[in-house]
């Protein structure tokens, strides 16, 4: 496995190539706290192309925002960065990547060939509507070697994703795509935001095998 | 070059605090053995915006407390900006300051903050301000699902556009005749020689010309799942005397909130104000009569 290094703004973003090839590129964003894979899952070698997988920022080899601030928009900044490098994409998201993934889906639509949302950790954010408001100031020391940073687990396990807003990223990865089909749930799991999504046109539920087919022979 | 302006005074200390790897400037007018008034600037502003304010209420007695937001004034500029980590950064002054509960002031995005923070740490707070700071669904306009899409797609292109250029980015440089008339753009209603004073303590001038110091990544506008009643709600939770006061005339920078959305969710101990022919920026258009109102309360 090789890694690109590219910039988001302060953060460097590890990019890594698990297959190369020329075709369009599967790329993997992982769940909270997870990291890119060292080599392509299994249940993902049937996808044709090359495969990339993205340590999204406070994650793997990526670096971390000093003082924090996360939120998922600013992680579908670095999926775009992603995309500036590798061209036209097909996403393949696991939790909160799955949620970033729908981001970049409807951020980027020209780009995204597909997403493929599936569950994994993260993937209900915080739910609908804001909690009980909190103020901690101190968390535990990050892990040796810094990541995944603490004050990502804390606040994107607490960002908002209304239903209707994640909808509306649906919608722009459906009218502006092309595609027929945009986005592709492949889960068991449905938090409001993924029901939202899923009632738009445009997005279907499926297995992972025919979503990987599916977008494989999408334009 | 004007770096005075009537009735305005710099800090009388300023320092750091330290918010999770930040540096957060703190400045603070009035005896340091004062009882201390926290203050919250509003977005894209600092400190300093509250050079004129803040000098009324350490003469009457008290230690007036603000700091600028990351990434504004003299704060460190972070990778990343948000709701909580603003709230992180403002308790960090608060722990700097004291443990007690103070009286808290917060103008715009600052009143929102100070609105939440006092929900989270009510133990800290004895007294609510906001001023011009309580956004309601209502002030925002409603549009089609499809003139949404379109006005979203040309949203999320501008801001994806905008994070690829980031590293290295530097705001536009100009006189401080330039700064004062694009500042203005946003803040029609406020005095020339108060924008260009302004231009003084928050720019700093470089080889090629005068730049504001806030961060250049960061941009008017944009997206997220935010939702104005999201802050109005949290004022019937408030316990501690507040006390609100609203500008009435149109101002760009004006969350544009109707006297009638305020009372609805105002709590027993809270009162109101509505000021006729003023803008969003109250304590600067009228800062005498606002800062009447907070020693009226906090007495």
Redesign the interface.
Known sequence: MTAVLLQHNKVQLALHELRAGTARPLLLLHGLAERTPGAVPAHLVAWPGPVWGLDLSGHGASSVAIGAGYFCEALMGDVDIAIAHLGPVTLFGRGLGAYVGLLAAGGRAEQVRGAILTDGPGLAGGGPSPSSPAVPTHLGPPPPGGTPDPWALYELTRDVRPPDYAATFARQASTRSGLDTAIAAVGVNRPPWLEGVIAEPGVIECSLPEALALFAAAP | MPTTHPGARRPDRQRTVD????AIAVHEWGEEGAPPILAAHGGFDFAGTFDVFAPLLADAGFRFVSWDH?GHGDS???????W??D??????VF?SVSFDAVPVIGHSKGGSLML??A???PHRVSHLINLDGLPSRRSFPDVS?HQ??KL??KD??S??DH??T??DAQRRPGTIEELAERRGKMNPRLSTDWLRYLVTIGAREDADGWRWKIDP?MRFGG?????PE?SMM?LPDIGVPVLAVLGTAPDPMGWGTAEADVLSHLPPAGRLVMLDDVGHFVHIERPRQVADMVLELVA
């Open positions: 918010s999770g790897g930040l990351r460190q500029h972070a990778a990343l900006y948000n909580e980590a709230l992180r950064d403002a308790a960090a722990d939440q923070l929900d989270a740490l699902d949404r899409t979203m797609a999320l292109t801001w994806l994070r690829r980031l590293v990544t997206f997220g799942p935010w939702r999201w949290r």
